[in-house]
C-alpha cells in the first residue's frame, strides 16, 4: 500500500488564486505601474504633464509652492478644521 501525497500548490500573495505551478503565483499579479506627473499644488497623481500643470491652474512662470510638510518643517502650524 503506497501512502497518498498531497499536490503540492502555489498561492498568490496578491488575490489568494491557487496555482499548480510555482511561476504561474508569482506572475499572476504581477505589480504594474504607471508613469505620470504630480501637480506642482495638490501633488496629486495625473497621467499627462498637462493634466498635471491644468489640475489648479497652476502658472508655470511662479514658483512651485512648498509641500504641507516642508511648511511644517520651517514651523507653519495647521489650523484645525
Known amino acids: 500500500m503506497t501512502a497518498a501525497h498531497a499536490h503540492e500548490a502555489w498561492r498568490c500573495g496578491d488575490c489568494e488564486t491557487v496555482h499548480d505551478n510555482e511561476d504561474d503565483a508569482r506572475e499572476c499579479c504581477v505589480p504594474r505601474i504607471e508613469g505620470g506627473y ?44
Request: charged share 25%; net charge negative; with cysteine.
Open 38 to 81: 504630480l501637480c506642482p499644488v495638490c501633488r496629486g497623481f495625473l497621467l499627462s504633464e498637462e493634466d498635471a500643470l491644468a489640475c489648479h491652474n497652476w502658472d508655470p512662470e511662479k514658483p512651485i509652492p512648498p509641500t504641507a510638510a516642508e511648511l511644517e518643517a520651517a514651523g507653519q502650524l495647521r489650523l484645525p478644521l
